[in-house]
C-alpha cells in the first residue's frame, strides 16, 4: 500500500522516548518531514541525528507545562518554514494513584499538559490544513478512554476529556479534508509502563517480575506491545488511505479492552 506521505510535513510531540519515538522514525521511515517537540535540547539532537535522512527533520525546544510558550514556538517555526499536515499530539501520562487522594494541582497540570497543549497546537496548525484541504491530528491517549484503569485516577479522567475534546473538534473539521482520530495503547514497553509495574507490585506486596507476568496476562496477547506498533497505527491514520476515518478510537492493546 502507498501511504503517500513523502514530503508532508509533522509535528510530533514527546518524541524524545517510547512511543513519541518510535512515531517519529515510522513517519520518517514513510518520507515524512519530521519536527520534534520535547523540552530536553540534546535527547531531540540525538534522535534527530537517527531518523532516517536527518537532514529533512528538526526539532522545537518546547515545555508542554506552558501551553502558550508552546504555541509560540511553533508559530514561529511556522513562520520561517512552512506550516504542517500532520499533527501527532503526545505526552507522557499523569502521575498513578487513587482518584479520590488526587489533589487539585493533579487534575490542573493533568489538563494543562493533554488538552490545553493539544487545543493550541491544533489551533496553530489548522490554518495551514484548511488552506490545502489535508490535515491530521492523531493524539496518542490511553485504552482508558474505554475502560477507566484502576489506580489511575487522574489518568482516566483527563483522558476522557481529550477524547470527547477530540470527537467534537472531528466534527467540525470534516468538511475541509482533516481527520481527528485517537490511538489508544494498551500495555506498552516504555518507561511509563515501568512506572505503573513498579507502584502496582510495590501495593500488592509483589516483585517487578512477578506483577510483569501479572499484567502481560490480563492481555490476551501475553504480551506488552512494542512502541513500533502503536506508531504503525498513527502513520496508516496520518495516510491518504485513512481519508473516511474520522473522530475513532483505535486500541492497539493486544485485546485487552473489553469492550467493543
Request: glycine share 8%; hydrophobic share 40%; proline share 4%.
Amino acid at each position: 500500500m502507498n501511504l503517500n506521505l513523502t514530503n508532508k510535513n509533522a509535528l510530533v510531540c514527546g518524541s524524545t522516548a517510547g512511543i513519541g519515538r518510535a512515531t517519529a522514525f515510522a513517519l520518517a521511515s514513510e518520507g515524512v518531514n519530521v519536527t520534534l517537540v520535547a523540552r530536553n535540547r540534546e535527547k531531540l539532537k540525538q534522535v534527530l541525528a537517527e531518523l532516517p535522512n536527518s537532514e529533512n527533520h528538526n526539532y522545537i525546544v518546547a515545555d508542554f507545562a506552558n501551553p502558550r510558550e508552546l504555541q509560540e514556538q511553533v508559530i514561529k517555526y511556522i513562520d520561517k518554514t512552512t506550516g504542517f499536515h500532520i499533527l501527532v499530539n503526545n505526552t507522557g501520562g499523569p502521575r498513578s494513584g487513587d482518584i479520590l487522594n488526587a489533589s487539585l494541582d493533579e487534575f490542573d497540570n493533568a489538563f494543562t499538559l493533554h488538552v490545553k497543549c493539544n487545543h493550541v497546537l491544533a489551533q496553530t496548525v489548522i490554518p495551514f490544513m484548511k488552506e490545502i484541504g489535508y490535515g491530521r491530528i492523531i493524539n496518542i491517549i490511553s485504552t482508558s478512554v474505554k475502560e477507566p484503569i484502576p489506580g489511575l485516577g487522574v489518568s482516566n479522567t483527563i483522558r476522557g476529556a481529550v477524547g470527547n475534546w477530540s470527537k467534537t473538534l472531528s466534527i467540525e473539521l470534516a468538511p475541509f479534508g482533516i481527520t481527528v482520530n485517537n490511538v489508544l495503547p494498551g500495555f506498552t514497553e516504555t518507561e511509563r509502563l515501568n512506572e505503573i509495574i513498579k507502584i502496582k507490585a510495590n501495593n500488592e506486596g509483589t516483585s517487578i517480575e512477578e506483577m510483569t507476568e501479572i499484567m502481560k496476562n490480563y492481555t490476551p496477547a501475553k504480551r506488552f506491545a512494542k512502541p513500533e506498533e502503536t506508531a504503525h497505527a498513527v502513520t496508516f491514520l496520518a495516510s491518504e488511505a485513512a481519508g473516511y476515518i474520522n473522530g475513532i478510537n483505535i486500541p492497539v492493546d493486544g485485546g485487552r479492552t473489553k469492550s467493543l
